[in-house]
């Protein structure tokens, strides 16, 4: 059934900052949240964020960290241009050093938006951060975050690269916990939903598994918890409409998603939701999807990714059929049109 709306909207909650102390879920049902993005690739990562501050907002999520799968201090600061604007701003950002080469892969929308000036030349949209250089890398803020909360209660949304995943199981002891990573990441995830691979299409090598397949190899072969994945078929059946942008946010004068947007591809064009959808599940589960039985995902050395059924796997896909693939789309219209809660 259709999500409702007011819920988003009413629920205001505190911020969420990185001090010391652990994190405890707020409220019942409420989920310890990191978002796991590659922002500036491609403009669905800014339709995602924009749900999850809502989500955040409607005390359905603790967001504790966005970290980042894509170098470049533009994303960075674009993320802090989002934590700003939607009133958010002490949440934590962490960064990537020798990641993948995606920098020319398209238009950095994250660049764009950084770049606009107003009429007096100054940047158009306001920023907290000063450095984004010095930003923590987000295999450590991943091990002080995780270090922090409750044993299972993490559910990490990866929209991007595995490159930051992976080398977090690799990590070993440190000053926030005695762990190794998969240990740290056993004890305290819950669940990793991803949007990555093709599973219908053996042969369509997905993007953000071919970036870095040797890092998608050791997670999807060896990641501690279930995996969930919104494969590259379902995002493409649903597509957010440029209508929408276009019509739908008159209440909000600059917007960083509707400008990312504009300047990603020429207006007007409905683009897929890839990333809607991994953070859909995240947040709200099984009810808008078909999902998988369970079984195992492997990853080739080409980028394939091949689902095989057993009992006791631990991967699941979605899957969405005619009438789900509108009804999601609906609810997408519905909560990034609507206002944040904190707009600054």
Known sequence: MKGRLLMLMVIPMLLLGCGTGKKQVNGDGAINFIFETDMGNDVDDALALDMIYKYHEAGKINLLAICLNKEGSASGEYIDIMNTWYGHPDIPIGIISDGADCDNDGVNYAKAVVNIKDNNGKPLFPRTLKEYDNLPEAVQLYRKVLSEVPDKSVVIASVGFSTNLARLLQTGPDKYSKLDGKALVEKKVKTLVTMAGNIT????????????????????????????????????????????????????????????????????????????????????????????????????????????????????????????????????????????ANKR
């Not at 209440?251 to 859909?280: C, I, N, Q, S």
């Open 201 to 340: 299409e053996l042969e369509h090598h997905e993007y953000n598994i071919v970036k870095d397949i040797p890092a998608a190899q050791i997670v999807f072969g060896q990641w501690p918890t279930p995996i969930v994945t919104s494969p590259f078929e379902l995002g493409r059946q649903i597509k957010y409409p440029a209508t929408s942008i276009e019509n739908d946010f008159s209440w909000a004068g600059p917007h960083p998603v509707v400008e990312g947007y504009k300047a990603y591809m020429p207006m007007p064009y409905d683009r897929d939701t890839w990333d809607l959808t991994a953070v859909l599940y995240a947040v709200e589960g099984d009810k808008w999807f078909s999902v998988s039985e369970p079984g195992e995902i492997k990853v080739t050395d080409e980028g394939s990714t091949i689902f095989s059924p057993s009992s006791e796997g631990s991967r699941r896909y979605l899957s969405v059929d005619t009438n789900q693939a509108e009804a999601i789309k609906n609810h997408f219209v519905e909560i990034i049109s609507a206002p944040p």
